[in-house]
């Protein structure tokens, strides 16, 4: 019993620790490179994001703000935070942190978005010497950043959310 | 015995014994789904997993967008799609993105076909129980809706370089998405697991 709670607890904290370091490589780096008639343009996330908004798409920009930056920043916070509780045996609302922990468990593959993005136009834009997009490495962490906080959010066990609920009880 | 479940969540035993078909329920104490009855569930789920299963071989059979600009085109397939990634020196990349958008999601519905068809004879079999956990496991990695958002958002940044047609297979593909959406909002991780059990037993 006392076995399966430490092992959660420490196999999540050491993915979202990955994560975590990953997630700024994820940033700093572009995720993909414009190559239009000999001009070459690199461009990170957040500069997608800015891309969109100077294109006028702004309910666009927003959909990978919000799946892109938001998202996965919010979700390893939550994560940190529900792992921080549970340490401390904390009698904090459980129910809320429960409600807390599925909805990281239902937006957590959203964030894939962007890569998809880069998927298809390095695929679909191909057009010689006119335009081509290749993909830049921020890619490759940004995709890890999004499977290891699933892998995290997988391996944390929510019932300890409730165990710490049921100590507190005996004790008193 | 049988009508009551450890939600998932926060372990509490709930009776759910006084369920009836089309009725759903959820943990008093955490306020976590549990499960909602549908007495002929199965066959929904076979029948939204054989067709959805027969859209994405359309799917990945014809161009799923083509690009032009200046009299030049080009257009992918989408199994070109991921592959395209890993000859630009991203095998990595390439094989979670087909995992996440193709190869997963249509395991999780050949298996799901399977898992009808098995309990459907009647008979217990000593692959129900893999099958089903397979089943819910892969369905956290099938990420269908999140790539067509994805297909749409690629269209807008696309728009204004050049000129961009959606292909048949892309319609065929987001007839998959709902499939495979209805397919496993069918599938109830508890009324499933109450079939194997049923089976086992007899
Ligand atoms: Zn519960």
Same mark, same amino acid.
């Given at each position: ?172 | 015995?049988?009508? /009551? ?17 089309? /009725? ?48 030049? /085109? ?122 194997? /059990? ?5």
């Amino acid at each position: 019993m006392h076995l399966r709670k430490n092992d959660s607890i420490q196999r999540t904290l050491a993915l979202l620790v990955t994560a975590s370091l990953l997630y700024i490589p994820a940033n700093l780096y572009p995720v993909m490179y414009t190559d239009a008639l000999g001009s070459n343009e690199a461009s990170t996330i957040m500069g997608g994001v800015v891309l969109l908004i100077n294109l006028g798409s702004a309910p666009v920009a927003l959909v990978i703000f919000v799946f892109s930056v938001m998202v996965p920043s919010a979700k390893l916070m939550a994560l940190f935070y529900l792992v921080w509780t549970v340490e401390r045996h904390s009698a904090l609302d459980p129910r809320q942190r429960s409600r807390l922990f599925r909805i990281v468990e239902f937006i957590g593959k959203w964030s894939m978005v962007d890569i998809f993005v880069v998927t298809i136009l390095v695929a679909l834009v191909q057009l010689g010497g006119l335009l081509v997009i290749l993909p830049g490495v921020a890619a490759i962490s940004f995709a890890g950043v999004v499977v290891i906080t699933i892998i995290a959010a997988e391996s944390f066990d929510s019932r300890l959310i409730w165990d710490n609920m049921e100590d507190k009880d005996s004790v008193n | 015995m049988g009508n /009551e479940i450890a939600c998932q969540s926060c372990d509490l035993l709930v009776s759910v014994a006084a369920t009836k078909h089309g /009725e759903s329920a959820s943990c008093p104490r955490c306020g976590c789904f549990l499960t909602k009855r549908h007495d002929d569930a199965l066959r929904r789920v076979l029948a939204f997993a054989s067709i959805g299963l027969m859209f994405l071989v359309f799917a990945s059979s014809y161009p799923f967008l083509s690009l032009s600009s200046s009299g030049v /085109e080009s257009a992918i397939t989408l199994i070109q799609a991921p592959f395209a990634l890993w000859s630009k020196g991203m095998p990595e990349v390439a094989v979670l993105v087909t995992a996440f958008i193709i190869v997963i999601p249509a395991t999780v519905l050949m298996m799901m076909l399977t898992l009808c068809i098995l309990i459907n004879r009647g008979r217990y079999h000593s692959s129900l129980l893999p099958l089903a956990k397979g089943i819910f496991m892969g369905q956290k990695w099938s990420m269908v809706e999140v790539f067509l958002i994805a297909v749409i958002v690629a269209m807008v940044k696309i728009a204004a370089m050049a000129t961009v047609t959606i292909g048949i297979s892309f319609w065929a593909y987001a007839a998959f998405a709902i499939c495979f959406t209805l397919a496993t909002s069918n599938l109830d991780r508890y009324q499933c697991w109450q079939k194997i /059990e049923l089976l086992a037993i007899k």
